[in-house]
């Protein structure tokens, strides 16, 4: 899912730490902190993120992350932004077919559990991940212990 790939792609993303400075005169001057050394750069916090997740509606069914293809066919299809606490933070309408309450409801439930799932997987990766890094691995003749 786009989604989850985007999660990934922003987890390792570093920005480098910024100092801004002032001068007598009042200029303003930005140094750029040297990114090669260690914890000199900005790790980005996502959890406050919205998970964004697409619905499309294409006959009786529904798609959920669809491409283009799919897009290309559905009668509607909706973004939505689902927090952590699966409460919704942004909702987008493409194409010209309506909705009724019951459909609606039904996309929204679909979206609520995709994004419970991409969170959840995204969060037991990233806690997996934090796990590796603090467990040091040694080797013995080649072979890790």
Known sequence: MCA??????????????VVVKSDDNGQIELDVV????????????FDTLPCFVSVCKIGGGFVIDPDLKEESIAQVKLIFGIDQYEQIRYVNKDGFGSLDPETLNMMIDMAKQ????????????????????????????????
């Open 114 to 145: 995709a994004s419970k799932n991409i969170l959840d997987y995204f969060n037991q990766s990233s806690d997996r991940d934090n796990r590796n890094k603090t467990t040091k691995k040694t080797t013995t003749n080649g072979i890790m212990n």
């Open 34 to 45: 040297d990114f090669n050394l260690e914890n000199n750069f900005i790790q980005l916090n």
């Open 4 to 17: 989850l790939a985007v999660r990934f792609a922003m987890r390792s993303s570093k920005l480098p730490k």
